[in-house]
């Protein structure tokens, strides 16, 4: 089971505020938001996600691998 990571995603009900100024749907699979319903908010890319894309985001995320160059530093 994929836990939603709380470093990437704001979790909130979704109030209709939310539905009628920002957003309706899911930015990824378009699924239309009903009020209360739990959402999650993509701190990186800046949008909301219903619970099953978030799921798939984290996993993504998650796997990205970060390489640090062993090149010249600022300290030498």
Do not use: W
């Not at 984290?58 to 640090?68: D, H, P, Q, R």
């Amino acid at each position: 089971m994929v836990q939603i990571n709380k470093e990437f995603f704001l979790e909130e009900r979704a109030k209709k505020s939310i539905l009628e100024q920002v957003s309706r749907y899911c930015s990824s699979c378009y699924k239309e938001f009903e009020i209360e319903e739990v959402i999650y908010y993509d701190i990186k890319e800046c949008h909301y996600l219903c619970k099953e894309c978030a799921k798939k985001r984290t996993l993504v995320v998650s796997e990205e691998i970060f390489e640090i160059d062993d090149g010249p530093t600022l300290f030498g």
